[in-house]
């Protein structure tokens, strides 16, 4: 009787740990994570000279070291904006970002400023 309980239930269990693997959130590699959902993001702003800041909804703060130079982080400062790039509800390492100044925008246009590589997001102290 206890064998046949045990084969029946195998497969629900089976299935509980897939549905648990699938769920949304973020992606952990290590202390870092790999993505983030677009919708938890409550702020986001640059920090010179390569990284950009992303304050989440529940207190997690997560910095990204950007994959390479950003010259819009570069010269950033408190008015610049950072515009997510991704096709979907997370953002994640190899996905981009613009940074640029609104003022300078409105001359050319957000997509004249280059696109940045996100790198992991890193857990860090809230500010």
Known sequence: MRRTSLLLFAP???LVGAAAARAPGPVR??????CIDTHD???RYPQPPG???FEMAGGITYRNDLIGAC?????????SIVQLETDGTRLCANDSV????????RGVGARAFAKCRL?????????
């Open 12 to 14: 629900l269990l089976l």
């Open 29 to 34: 590699t290590g202390g870092a994570v790999s």
């Open 41 to 43: 993001i409550v702020t």
């Open 51 to 53: 990284s950009v800041v």
């Open 71 to 79: 010259p819009g982080v570069a010269r950033a400062d408190s008015n």
């Open 98 to 105: 613009r940074v640029y100044d609104p003022v300078e925008a």
């Open 119 to 127: 790198g992991a997001f890193t857990p860090i102290a809230s500010r």
